[in-house]
Structure formats: C-alpha cells, structure tokens
C-alpha cells in the first residue's frame, strides 16, 4: 500500500530507540547538545501548533514534571515569553532534579525570565490555554500523586489544553487512561507517531492531533518494524478500481450469507443486503424459512432459501466462493451445524457474531489461513479466555495473540479498530459512537464478504472493509447526526465511497 495511504504508529520503547539514534548520530558520546537540539524542535513544533490554534492567546499555563516531557513544557514556555506572552510556569516537581536537556530547557525558561511556581492543591489555572507538559512517553503504570491531582485540575478547569506528545496519563502503547488523563484540544506529537494515540481510550482524550516528524532523518526508523499501519481513507480507491466496461456478475463473486436462526431474523437480512449493495456478483442467503419472505419483500436480488438443516444447505455451500457465517446463527444445534459444514466446504470464510462464541465452545483450538474472524471486544474476550476489559487493556496485544493463535486475518472492532493479518497490523482511524448501536456488526460482515467476492484477499477485505464501514458511518453522521444512526443507514454511503 501506499505511503500516501498509511503511516506508521510506534510504541514508547520505538521512539525511544529513534531518539537515541537520531542523538547518536549527531553527537559526542556524553554530549547533550544533539538531545537538547531535539528538544528544541519539539518545543518549537508545538508552540507553532499552540499559535496556530490559539492565535488570539495572550496568556498561557505550562504545567511541567519531571523528565523530558517537562524539558519539552519549558522550551515552550521560553518561546512564549520570549514572544511577550504572559506566562504562569508551574512545576510538579522542583525543576533543580531535572536532567540532561530538560535541566538545559529550564535554564531556557529563566533566560527568558520566567520562574516555576511549584503546583499546590489551590493554584488556580489562569491562562487561556493551559500547555500540559506533564508526562510523555516515560508514564509507567497508574498515574501517581500527585500528578493525579493535576491532571483533575486541567480537567476541570474549562480552558482550552495542548497536550506535549501525549496527554497526561494515556499509555503511549495501549491508549488506556492509566487512572486518570489529560483531556485535551490539541495533541502535538513528536518525532513518530504512537500507537495510543488512536486506540483504545484516546478517542476521547487526545483532541486535534498534530504530528511533526521534526526532520528525523528516515534511517532513523530503519528495522523497527511499526506496531501498526494508520490505515488512510484512500486504501479503499486503490483496492477498488473502476469496473472493465465488459464486465457481468460472474467476475465479482457470489457471497452465501448463513445465519438468521429461527427468532432472529434481521441481522442475517442486513448482513446480506449489505453484501449486495457493496457491488457482490451475486448473494445468496441460508437462513431459517420464517425469514424468507421477508428478506424477499425487503431486497429481491438476494436469492433467500429457507434452511430447515445441513442437507438443505449443501447446495448453497457449493456453489458460494465466499461464506460469511455468523449473524443471528445462535448457538444451538441449527448454527452448529450449518457452522461445521460451512468449515468443512473449503471456502474463504467471514466468521462474525455467534459463530465466534461457538468456536469458543465446539472449535476450540481449530486455526486456518482462509478465515476472517470480525470479534467485538467481548468474543475476543471470549475467545482469549479473558475478559473484554482485559481486551480493552492492550488491543494490540489481544489482536495479536489471536490472529497467532487462530490464524487468518482478525478484525478487533472497536474505536480505532485493528485487523491483524499475515503482513502486519493495520488501525482504522475513522468511525463514531453512532456506531456503537445493533447491526452494525452484520453490515462489516456483509460488506466483507461483498469485499472478498469481487476478488481481494481476506487480509486486503478487512482493512479496507473497516474503512469503507467506519467513513460511511461517519458520513451518515455528518448529515443527520451520531445519535439515532441506524446500521442499515451505512450501506448507501458505503457504497458511494466504494465508486469512488
Ligand atoms: N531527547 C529526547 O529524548 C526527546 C524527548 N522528548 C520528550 O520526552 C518525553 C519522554 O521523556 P521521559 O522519558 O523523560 O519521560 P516523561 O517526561 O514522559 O516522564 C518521566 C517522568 O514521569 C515520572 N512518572 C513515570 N510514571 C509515572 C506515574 N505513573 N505517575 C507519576 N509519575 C510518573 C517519572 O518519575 C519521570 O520523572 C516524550 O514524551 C517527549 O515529550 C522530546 O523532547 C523529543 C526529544
Ligand atoms: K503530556
């Protein structure tokens, strides 16, 4: 994929490595001056970003700790002054502790004739913007006191905040809120871009991102392999490209939805009617026969069959070349054995919903290459024999150690959803919390499965198919709003974006 399509997210340790390279390559041994010259990028990068959003601000708070990301805080703090804005300096720990480059940063900050206050309990945030420069990537573990304490304080202030590299309290790897965490307007992120930023928790905390490689020379990345690829909108043009004038329906697949068992009719109709309208050759649905006439009534083009059992199916199974199995299946003996036969037939697969809970249960062990598991963070849970909070702790870690596991391709949904598949991990960075309402789940099948007939692989379907999702989502969401935003809302924006 392109480098205009994707870019690539590190974890703490990574742009540790990078910054030690970067200082290596520049400087003495023992010498602080390359580390310190970083630095002073950074503080310059972010204050630029500071003026930009804020140009009006005449007056800022710059909260600062007790390692680099301090260091970072008081460049920023010199720069303003040096500007003529007025500043109120505050230090969570006594800036004569400070290290290497942030000792230097803070002698920056007194040249430019500021002093820290330390932080008590009843100091009172008066800048218009309050700069949290507080802790960056060195966060280990819940955020302690009296950091914690801080960090309400930001919070409730009501001013508007910068966050330096990272908020205050999100883990740089997971984007879990260790405790508590800085919610800011506007990240400013150095040097490479972080995982956390775009997962877990961070939606809620990070604002405005805004990275600046500060000139990090490209060797500096050499042999780190990203924890994942930001997954940009225009991967969905390339995997799609306009359709051969000559074209008819044999050349884009023929998708056989099956589930729909008896009582739970509609996320089988969804899952299909979205496989159609995402540009299917053909789709076919097994399902219960009460829900036949319905999905006939609803969407003609998919050939529904009512399935009383395996026998009824065979046919169906063989003449797919995509199966998405899962939606409303149940977990009784009717989705148990439509679910063997659909593993026994030897098609790609889409595995979503109670399909999932019964690998759990019948197919403990099974992995396959041809498979593209789509867990929520709770059958992830389910299937990793831990809980969905556990998930939530470390997404990274719980779409690896499954797609390991399992083999294939895993679709972790979620804010920022990842697929992890033989090449790598990929992080969808679009969607909104409209989609956290019933069906959604169905329509990514369908539209994987939709994905996968007209001929990409299983690993290319489901990066693609979470973007297609998530940016329909959000261009539902544009015109009328998150809350009330209905499932089968997403498939006629879903398909505009999939035409290009
Ligand atoms: N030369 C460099 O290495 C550069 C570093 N940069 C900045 O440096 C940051 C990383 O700096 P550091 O590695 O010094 O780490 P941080 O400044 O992020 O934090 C380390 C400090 O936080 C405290 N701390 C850690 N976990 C805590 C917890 N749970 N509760 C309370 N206190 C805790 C530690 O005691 C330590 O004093 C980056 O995020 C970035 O802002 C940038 O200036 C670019 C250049
Ligand atoms: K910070």
């Given at each position: 994929m392109s480098s205009h399509s994707c870019r690539s997210l590190y974890l703490a340790d990574q742009v540790r490595e990078i910054d030690r390279r970067v200082i290596a390559a520049s400087a003495e041994p023992g010498d602080d001056?390359?580390?310190?010259?970083?630095?002073?990028?950074?503080?310059?990068?972010?204050?630029?970003?500071?003026?930009?959003?804020?140009?009006?601000?005449?007056?800022?708070?710059?909260?600062?700790?007790?390692?680099?990301?301090?260091?970072?805080?008081?460049?920023?703090?010199?720069?303003?002054?040096?500007?003529?804005?007025?500043?109120q300096l505050l230090a969570v720990r006594e800036p004569e502790a400070l290290k290497g480059e942030a000792a230097r940063a803070h002698e920056m900050a007194v040249l430019a004739g500021l002093r820290a206050e330390p932080w008590q309990a009843d100091t009172s945030l008066d800048g218009e913007v309050v700069v949290d420069a507080l802790l960056g990537t060195g966060l280990g573990g819940e955020v302690r006191?009296?950091?914690?304490?801080v960090i309400e304080a930001i919070n409730a202030s009501g001013r508007a905040v910068m966050a330096v590299d990272i908020p205050s309290g999100l883990a740089a790897d997971s984007g879990a809120v260790l405790g508590c965490a800085v919610r800011a307007d506007l990240t400013v992120t150095f040097i490479a871009d972080k995982l956390g930023l775009h997962t877990g928790q961070a939606a809620d905390q990070v604002g405005e991102l805004a990275f600046r490689d500060l000139g990090v020379p490209a060797e500096a990345h050499e042999n780190l392999t990203p924890a994942a690829e930001y997954l940009g909108a225009g991967i969905v043009g390339e995997a799609l490209p306009p359709r051969a004038r000559g074209s008819h329906k044999g050349d884009f697949g023929h998708v056989l939805v099956v589930g729909g068992a008896p009582g739970f009719g509609g996320a089988a109709l969804l899952a299909s009617?979205?496989?159609?309208?995402l540009g299917a050759g053909k789709v076919s649905l097994a399902t219960a026969p009460e829900h036949v006439a319905a999905s006939l009534t609803r969407t003609p083009e998919v050939m529904a069959r009512g399935v009383r059992g395996v026998s009824d199916a065979r046919p169906l199974?063989?003449?797919?070349d995509v199966i998405v199995v899962g939606p409303g299946l149940g977990q009784g003996a009717w989705g148990q054995g439509l679910l063997q036969a659909a593993l026994e037939v030897g098609k790609p697969l889409v595995v979503d919903a109670d399909a999932l809970n019964l690998l759990v249960t019948c197919w403990p062990g099974t992995r396959r290459d041809d498979w593209l598991l789509t867990p929520h963070p709770g059958e992830a849970g389910r299937l990793l024999d831990c809980s969905g909070g556990e998930v939530q702790a470390d997404r990274l870690a719980a779409v690896k150690r499954l797609q390991a596991e399992r083999g294939g391709t895993v679709i972790l949904k979620g804010a920022g959803s990842l697929v992890a598949g033989p090449?790598?991990?990929?992080?969808?960075?679009?969607?909104?919390?409209?989609?956290?309402?019933?069906?959604?789940?169905?329509?990514?099948s369908g539209l994987l499965g939709a994905l996968v007939a007209q001929g990409l692989t299983l690993?290319?379907?489901?990066?693609v198919g979470v973007v297609l999702h998530a940016r329909a989502a959000d261009r539902a969401a544009a015109g009328q709003g998150e809350r009330g935003l209905l499932a089968g809302d997403l498939a006629?924006?879903?398909?505009i974006l999939a035409n290009g």
């Open positions: 001056a390359a580390g310190f010259a970083l630095m002073r990028r950074a503080g310059q990068a972010a204050y630029a970003e500071l003026r930009r959003r804020w140009p009006e601000a005449r007056r800022l708070s710059v909260l600062c700790g007790s390692g680099n990301n301090a260091g970072d805080g008081y460049v920023i703090a010199a720069l303003a002054a040096c500007e003529g804005l007025s500043v006191e009296p950091y914690a304490g009617q979205t496989a159609a309208r199974l063989d003449g797919a090449s790598g991990v990929g992080l969808c960075p679009f969607g909104n919390p409209g989609m956290a309402s019933g069906g959604m789940g169905d329509v990514l690993e290319s379907a489901g990066r006629s924006y879903a398909r």
